[in-house]
């Protein structure tokens, strides 16, 4: 599920559901929505195993529009809670990201990539699952990102050149390089975020949630989850 570790004043938190490629399932999600920042100068959000996470639990959109609400209005708890985080918080991605997996590292202060060659992927949306905070934040990160991102995987290098990754390396490099940044930089990064929920729009998860009544996106899905 997730596993924790504090280091003094620095917290690491684990996506450790290697058997589903770490998906962010209602446990998982409520699980991190309950992790606190008060008193800590650094969350770093990282991956057990080769996937730091496929993204959503796809299995949701196979229960009918209430249950795919219920899960998408826990998941958008998840995504307020870390924006209101008041540590610096990380994405340290050790493996390949999917989906949610992607746009999870829109919300932190500081994304990391272990290897130039990971892999980035919106392709859910060939499944008619739309991945909805980069359709929301379509104004921030600018229509050609979001049009690269939907057109196919692209490697942690390309997203560096993108503004997506801040850093590609080992993690305790990455934190070397935090702790030397002037504090200002970061009350510029919190004003980002800022700009962030202004552009959320419940509305656009209620338009996902609405899929899970769609024959043919249910139908998708099932061929994909009997494949994986």
């Known amino acids: 599920m997730i596993e924790v570790e504090r280091q003094d004043n620095m917290l690491l938190v684990y996506l450790n559901s290697i058997a589903n490629r770490n998906a962010f399932t209602l446990e998982v999600i409520n699980k991190l929505s309950s992790i606190r920042c008060e008193g800590l100068d650094l969350v770093v959000f990282s991956n057990r195993g080769d996937v730091f996470s496929s993204g959503l639990d796809l299995g949701v959109f196979l229960r009918g529009s209430v249950a795919a609400r219920e899960y998408l209005a826990?998941?958008?708890?998840?995504?307020?809670?870390?924006?209101?985080?008041t540590a610096t918080t990380v994405a340290y991605l050790s493996g390949d990201a999917y989906g949610f997996g992607v746009e999870f590292t829109y919300f932190v202060?500081?994304?990391?990539?272990?290897?130039?060659?990971?892999?980035l992927s919106l392709q859910g949306i060939k499944l008619g699952v739309f991945p909805p905070y980069t359709i929301m934040l379509a104004e921030l990160l600018g229509y050609?990102?979001?049009?690269?991102?939907?057109?196919?995987?692209?490697?942690?290098?390309?997203?560096?050149?993108?503004?997506?990754?801040?850093?590609?390396?080992?993690?305790?490099?990455?934190?070397?390089?935090?702790?030397?940044?002037?504090?200002?930089?970061f009350r510029i990064v919190k004003y980002n975020r800022h700009m962030i929920r202004k552009h959320l729009k419940e509305e656009v998860l209620y338009q996902l949630a609405a899929l899970a009544d769609d024959e043919d996106t249910k139908s998708?899905?099932?061929?994909?989850?009997?494949?994986?």
Do not use: Q
């Open 74 to 85: 826990s998941l958008h708890r998840l995504v307020e809670h870390v924006l209101d985080c």
């Open 109 to 119: 202060d500081y994304v990391v990539a272990a290897a130039p060659g990971l892999k």
């Open 144 to 185: 050609n990102v979001v049009r690269s991102l939907l057109a196919r995987p692209i490697t942690a290098e390309e997203a560096k050149a993108m503004g997506l990754i801040h850093h590609i390396g080992t993690l305790d490099d990455a934190i070397r390089k935090i702790f030397i940044v002037p504090r200002h930089t």
């Open 220 to 228: 998708l899905i099932s061929r994909f989850l009997r494949k994986s």
